[in-house]
């Protein structure tokens, strides 16, 4: 009796044990190969999701395996972490110093035609790009504050925004309503950076120190819209200004000149 009950406890301990050391398994190889494919949707988590995937997967395979685990194991085992965590960050920064290479939104742009092409998909406040009407510079700084920090459109009219960043820190420009400005800040805040432009419905482009870049925008609908850098503590710095969109004619912030088709080059350095 008592062997049988020997019997029966035995294999329900290896149960368990395969389903734990899958789990694990599972769980870190998953964050492991996530945290790469996602890297230029989401360097900033992927630097962290990586190392972390490596560092679950290990045990779980030392645990796992018949034979012994030996000191050299170990010992690659942590040059190997080291290494990956080193390219993580390096490959997350290198990213936040390209942005043009982001995937998604990325702080790149939204709302507007890829390079090359004429037309984009509307967003919720039917801004899409089409013809350029005309060009408006718009100037960033580590002063938090756009320059200028008021723009007039008429309804219909699409504008070329040539976005200079000119400071030491990276900075972005994120058009939309109250209502998206307000979803994307919140967003941020929750450490979901990289997301937040593709589902705020605005139009976006983000900067590296000393870089500037283009944003083509139609504005289909008389309305007030905001344009702020949403990087933390950037807009509560004071970094933001007013788009209005009016339904009748306006007198241009800045005519600069005019394009003849709406091509984007947000991540072009210039």
């Not at 705020?200 to 344009?227: D, K, N, W, Y």
Request: proline share 5%.
């Amino acid at each position: 009796m008592l062997h049988r009950l020997e019997d029966d406890t035995g294999p329900r301990e290896g149960l368990w044990k395969t389903l734990l050391l899958g789990a694990l398994l599972s769980v870190g190889l998953g964050f492991f190969t996530g945290g790469l494919q996602h890297f230029p949707d989401s360097p900033a988590r992927s630097a962290w999701v990586v190392p972390l995937g490596f560092a679950i997967s290990v045990p779980a395979m030392a645990l796992s395996t018949s034979g012994a685990w030996r000191p050299a194991s170990t010992l690659y085992s942590l040059v190997a972490g080291v290494l990956i965590s080193l390219g993580s960050y390096g490959t997350w920064q290198w990213l936040e110093r390209n942005p043009q290479y982001l995937g998604g939104h990325a702080h790149g742009a939204q709302g507007h035609a890829p390079e090359g092409e004429h037309g984009a998909a509307a967003s919720s406040n039917g801004m899409t790009a089409l013809k350029v009407d005309r060009s408006i510079d718009i100037r960033m700084g580590d002063d938090m504050r756009f320059s200028p920090n008021q723009i007039e459109v008429k309804a219909g009219e699409t504008l070329k925004l040539r976005v200079y960043n000119d400071g030491k820190l990276p900075h972005e420009l994120v058009l939309g309503t109250d209502e998206e400005i307000k979803q994307h800040a919140d967003e941020m805040k929750k450490g979901v950076a990289h997301d937040a432009h593709s589902r705020g419905g605005g139009a976006a482009i983000a900067l590296a120190p000393r870089q500037s870049g283009e944003l083509v925008v139609r504005f289909a609908q008389a309305s007030t819209l905001q344009m702020a850098c949403l990087i933390p503590g950037h807009y509560e710095g004071g970094m933001r200004g007013k788009v209005q969109v009016n339904a009748g004619a306006t007198t241009p912030s800045n005519p600069g000149k005019s394009a003849s088709a709406a091509h984007d080059h947000s991540g072009h350095k210039h």
